[in-house]
């Protein structure tokens, strides 16, 4: 739809489903790949989200001016043909194995029953799960903290294979560092559900496991499963992915909760270790957000975070009490969730860090950009078929 405001790299993918209805079937053995109006080639990954052995959605970033269309050429090419683009998005589960010395990259991993954060069943790089696009760095710690930290990055590299195996990641690097303390809070963006006045960290189950679903120049997604989570006496399985897209300064997660009824109220918070005050905004009509800024980085520099949700699923914020003993989550800022069974619920964590780009300094600078966010999801981008001239 059109706004009044640029669109600096908007994320948009395309269903198999939708391509085809614009463009007819896709001929066997071949993929979709797209050309901008001068002919070029347009960075794209295409993706088979379910494992099937065929492609599920076309995935691309383009920069629009306001108020501005864009056509796009679809040419279906054999896979071993399509044009190579730079990996501008990466996911990294490193683990040693007993006796071993080096880190193995995986794309499959159960969380073994017994592993806490000191436990010698695993050794994982940087505790856990971590992605990164050109501009910043997520993980996750593979435990029953199950928290998510933040790593600032100042190289647009890919440097995830890396990290974590020499080096003190808590000290600057010359591609960044970790900018967080997370505590005993939900750190980056954690994931909890409210039961009673308290929240329940997502962590304790009896089943943990990691899936690498893609990965490549436009995004990276990976697929989060928990078996046997109790909470107030009932018992849920959950499923999150988990997508970061090239230039971007968030991350995004989708939740299934199943094996329910009824409805159950998730949360999901930002660490307030080093700042005293949250700010909560409604973007009509779709979307709120709560956001901190502070000198809260690891370092003291000014860092912003939020999270942007749906208003259709939003159902409240607070903050944990300190005072209540039954809390195994503090020093958070959460936002409540709701959700039925089988029906995913989504939201944003984004961070802006004043060493990767000195405009996060301003809290304005961060909260304008969170506006302009919600402003882009309330009017988003239409794909139509041209009309062919006679």
């Known amino acids: 739809k059109k706004l009044d405001m640029p669109r600096p790299n908007e994320p948009l993918s395309i269903t198999t489903a939708n391509?085809?209805?614009?463009?007819?079937?896709?001929?066997?053995?071949?993929?979709?790949?797209?050309?901008?109006?001068?002919?070029e080639w347009v960075p794209s990954q295409v993706d088979d989200l379910d494992g099937?052995?065929?492609?599920?959605?076309?995935?691309?970033?383009?920069?629009?001016?306001?108020?501005?269309?864009?056509?796009?050429?679809?040419?279906?090419?054999?896979?071993?043909?399509?044009?190579?683009?730079?990996?501008?998005?990466?996911?990294?589960?490193?683990?040693?194995?007993?006796?071993?010395?080096?880190f193995t990259e995986l794309v499959r991993e159960v969380r073994p029953p017994d592993h806490t954060k000191?436990?010698?069943?695993?050794?994982?790089?940087?505790?856990?799960?971590?992605?990164?696009?050109?501009?910043?760095?997520f993980r996750l710690y593979f435990d029953p903290r199950n928290s998510r930290d933040i790593f600032g990055k100042v190289s647009g590299k890919m440097v995830l294979d890396s990290v974590g195996i020499s080096g003190d990641y808590h000290e600057m690097q010359d591609w960044g560092m970790d900018i967080l303390k997370v505590g005993n809070s939900l750190g980056a963006g954690g994931?909890?559900?409210v039961n009673a006045d308290t929240l329940v960290r997502l962590g304790k189950v009896e089943n943990m496991?990691?899936?690498?679903?893609?990965?490549?120049?436009?995004?990276?997604?990976?697929?989060?499963?928990?078996?046997?989570?109790?909470?107030?006496?009932?018992t849920f399985n959950v499923q999150e992915e988990i997508t970061i897209w090239k230039g971007q300064d968030w991350y995004s997660s989708k939740i299934m909760l199943s094996e329910f009824t009824g409805e159950a109220t998730l949360a999901t918070g930002i660490v307030n270790l080093q700042s005293d005050s949250m700010v909560m905004e409604r973007y009509e009509?779709?979307?709120?957000?709560?956001?901190?800024?502070?000198?809260?980085?690891?370092?003291?520099?000014?860092?912003?975070?939020?999270?942007?949700?749906?208003?259709?699923?939003?159902a409240g914020h607070g903050q944990t009490s300190e005072a209540n003993p039954q809390n195994d989550i503090t020093e958070t800022w959460y936002i409540k969730l709701k959700t039925a069974n089988s029906q995913p619920v989504s939201y944003r964590f984004y961070a802006g860090w004043e060493v990767a780009d000195q405009n996060f300094n301003n809290p304005q600078y961060f909260l304008d950009m969170l506006q302009k966010e919600a402003r882009r999801l309330n009017s988003p981008v239409e794909m139509v078929k041209m009309e062919e001239e006679s």
């Open 19 to 39: 391509l085809e209805a614009l463009v007819g079937a896709t001929p066997p053995g071949m993929v979709p790949c797209l050309k901008n109006e001068a002919g």
């Open 52 to 102: 099937d052995g065929y492609w599920d959605e076309i995935s691309f970033v383009m920069d629009f001016e306001a108020n501005a269309s864009k056509m796009i050429t679809v040419e279906f090419i054999k896979p071993g043909e399509a044009p190579e683009f730079e990996q501008q998005t990466n996911i990294r589960l490193g683990k040693k194995e007993p006796g071993s010395n080096e």
């Open 118 to 137: 000191a436990s010698p069943t695993a050794n994982y790089q940087m505790e856990g799960p971590a992605w990164e696009n050109d501009k910043v760095a």
């Open 191 to 193: 994931v909890a559900m």
């Open 209 to 234: 496991e990691f899936q690498l679903v893609t990965e490549g120049p436009v995004r990276a997604t990976m697929r989060l499963s928990y078996l046997g989570w109790q909470v107030g006496g009932n």
């Open 285 to 314: 009509p779709g979307y709120v957000a709560i956001a901190s800024h502070d000198q809260q980085s690891y370092k003291n520099e000014y860092l912003g975070m939020a999270i942007l949700a749906s208003a259709e699923s939003y």
